[in-house]
């Protein structure tokens, strides 16, 4: 990377102490041998006033610059003497729950709607069976983990090439898991219906002893020392690991170090991000579900781009202990599967509070698909949500199934605020997680170096005031009492995915949401991620999803609303023409 001029670094500083954005030198290197010169008179602020947003009298500059020099060695001594590691969380963790309010408590389980599944079917029909048809396949004797485990590893080695969705494999350790589970399974050992599932697990969560790249070219050699939380959890459960998917790396789009993660549907087009290799190795059928992670939209995008049902829960209730932190203040994990019920699976077994994650939650989840009724559920919607140029008549469809299925609709409006200006929170979390692959010029190896590609992004967000970031903290806390008091109105919202304002609110307040699909839309293709390529075209049918946003801690009235829809969608039937799409490429 270019090295600056010496009059640019010195205003470059002195931005970076007058707008809170202490040591503003993203552009080059910073060692002790070569310290940031001190801005030398009141006249090296000016610009500086411009990037923070204010106006300095002359005296008033002279009167900072006498204090800004102590700023700046506070800042060289915290770089040099003070080692972060991505782990190290602020000591302020966000809480979701509001002071004094109450939220609905939750203890029993889970009890599927779901019926016997019927006779085992060929291993390809198995490969795409949810995971409570699988599961009961297995517990009934019927199939073992072992040879569920085999179709699986067969499907990954024939059809991975192509869909870059895996990055490591884990071919020796799912086999020995698998067997483990076959023995504890006709022991009488029965663990629950995880018990002998394999599944995938985004890259960025820790796996003792086996790479965690967090999808990105300076970690792509790094191996993980300890489980994660959630990993150990799944392990618990009896589950089986095939490997590690791919997501874009540092969890942002689809691009990883090995390349870009096909959808299933469209083999010219990316995944979306960044749970990307999760949600395109499930609705391939390379496995019977995987780990996910949000921050703003990575489970939902991925999930609606591939035809995924994905589940993000409540800020809290899933521990991250483990896994790489991007923004400690948004960070969710969470299941992608073919099918809704087997999320409150998933769910049910990595739920649960931690020590190791500040931000955890000790709270129950339990879910029941025959208790609520219609009746008991209001479903809130803006009418402007589905009649913008981006509704579809599969969106229109849903306001009229809901109807029909017996839930009291009541539309609303949210207040008309700059919710998007809270996206600063990301940049400057990540760009914080981050500093040193920033400072080190390292972030030059990442694959995706466009104006929107993470080392832009870090690399501006230093110019972020601390003073706005606090002001945008104290924005957040007055959504999360508006939203609070949208929902003692309704249960749940009803709204096409990225319509209005939803998915940047819900993430900031910390509220669950369900995205399903309902249909097969003929969509444009999107550029490949990193590319030039502005030539799109009509390329097939492809999946068209919709999003269920929740009260807090009710993931179980989405899991419940969501069975319907998708019972009424049948989109289960639909399979992807992957193979028909690689056969042309052969």
């Known amino acids: 990377m270019a090295k600056l001029g010496m009059d640019r670094r010195q205003i470059l500083k002195g931005a970076g102490i007058l707008g809170g954005i202490a040591a503003a030198r993203a552009a080059y290197a910073y060692t002790p041998e070569t310290p940031n010169p001190p801005v030398k008179t009141p006249g090296d602020l000016a610009i500086a006033e411009r990037i923070a947003g204010v106006k300095y009298t002359p005296d008033e500059r002279a009167m900072i610059l006498d204090e800004l020099e102590d700023m700046l060695d506070r800042l060289r001594r915290r770089r040099t003497g003070v080692e972060l590691k991505n782990s190290d969380a602020p000591a302020m963790a966000f809480d979701p729950r509001l002071p004094g309010k109450t939220y609905v408590v939750q203890s029993g389980g889970v009890r599927l709607a779901s019926g016997e599944p019927g006779p085992l079917p060929s291993d390809e029909a198995i490969a795409f069976a949810p995971v409570h048809a699988q599961a009961y396949w297995i517990k009934n004797g019927l199939l073992t983990s072992s040879r569920l485990t085999d179709i699986y590893l067969s499907r990954i080695k024939r059809l991975d090439p192509k869909l870059r969705c895996f990055i490591t494999v884990t071919e020796a350790v799912a086999r020995e898991q698998a067997w483990e589970a076959d023995v504890e399974i006709r022991s009488g050992r029965y663990r629950g219906p995880l018990h002998g599932i394999p599944f995938g697990m985004k890259d960025i969560i820790d796996t003792k002893g086996i790479k965690t790249t967090w999808g990105a070219a300076p970690y792509q050699d790094r191996t993980a020392e300890n489980d994660a939380a959630v990993t150990k959890r799944l392990r618990d459960a009896g589950a089986v690991l095939l490997g590690k998917v791919a997501l874009g790396a540092l969890a942002y789009g689809d691009l990883w170090f090995g390349g870009v993660v096909r959808n299933p549907w469209n083999m010219n087009e990316g995944a979306s991000g960044s749970s990307a290799g999760s949600a395109s190795a499930t609705v391939a059928g390379l496995c019977s579900f995987a780990i996910g992670t949000e921050t703003m939209g990575s489970i939902i995008s991925p999930s609606t781009r591939c035809g995924a049902v994905g589940l993000r829960p409540t800020f809290g209730r899933v521990p991250r202990t483990g896994a790489m932190s991007l923004c400690w203040s948004l960070d969710k994990i969470g299941p992608i599967c073919r099918s809704v019920e087997d999320t409150a699976l998933v769910l049910d077994a990595i739920n649960g509070h931690d020590g190791g994650d500040p931000g955890s939650l000790d709270w129950g989840f339990a879910y029941d698909g025959n208790s609520a009724t219609a009746g008991d559920i209001k479903i809130g919607y803006d009418p402007k949500w589905f009649t913008g140029e981006d509704a579809t008549d599969l969106d229109r469809q849903v306001l009229d ?4 299925m017996g839930f009291t609709l009541v539309e609303i409006s949210l207040p008309k605020l700059p919710y998007s200006t809270l996206l600063t929170t990301v940049e400057v979390e990540a760009a914080a997680t981050f500093e040193e692959l920033t400072l080190s010029d390292d972030d030059d190896k990442l694959m995706w170096q466009g104006d929107k590609a993470w080392p832009n992004t870090l690399r501006a967000a230093r110019f972020h005031s601390a003073i706005e970031y606090v002001q945008l903290d104290r924005f957040r806390r007055q959504v999360m009492e508006m939203m609070h008091g949208m929902f003692e109105q309704v249960d749940m919202f009803a709204c096409p995915n990225f319509a209005g304002d939803m998915l940047v609110i819900t993430n900031y307040t910390g509220h669950p949401s369900l995205s399903l699909p ?20 009509f390329e097939r049918r492809v999946p068209y999803g919709f999003t269920l946003w929740g009260n807090m801690f009710r993931e179980d009235q ?28 052969e």
């Open 518 to 537: 309902l249909g097969l839309i003929k969509r444009q293709t999107f550029p490949l991620t990193g590319t030039e390529d502005k030539k799109l075209g």
């Open 401 to 404: 199934q809901l109807k029909g």
């Open 558 to 585: 989405l899991v419940g609303v969501g069975r319907l829809l998708e019972r009424a969608a049948n989109f289960g039937a639909h399979r992807p023409i992957l193979l028909e799409s690689l056969n042309r490429e």
